[in-house]
């Protein structure tokens, strides 16, 4: 077997699947850095919504996943931990059409 054979060059990165009436959502993505981009926060909250049945509840453009504070993450790498860090609120508001 040749190696592009067990590596292919397209992967997917998301994927659904419906298993004995459950509805799956899944992501390879998921670094810190990945969610500065609107984008994958989109992808990723019109998932869950696809997820638990509520498709009819996101807008035609997508999710608003504007982020109402600043959004500095770590690089989650080895020795890159913040001691004392705290999680704060990130509100994402579902249904408002920009």
Known sequence: ME???L???DN???WTKSYRGARIF??????PYDFREPAMRRL???GI???LGLEDRIPVGGANVDL???YAPSDAA????RRGQEPRQMQTIIGKER
């Open 26 to 31: 899944f992501t390879t993505l998921g670094h």
């Open 68 to 70: 109402n504070a600043e």
């Open 7 to 9: 590596y292919p060059l």
């Open 3 to 5: 190696e592009l054979d």
């Open 44 to 46: 990723l909250v019109n």
């Open 12 to 14: 997917p990165v998301a």
């Open 78 to 81: 080895f020795g890159g931990y």
């Open 49 to 51: 919504f696809w997820a």
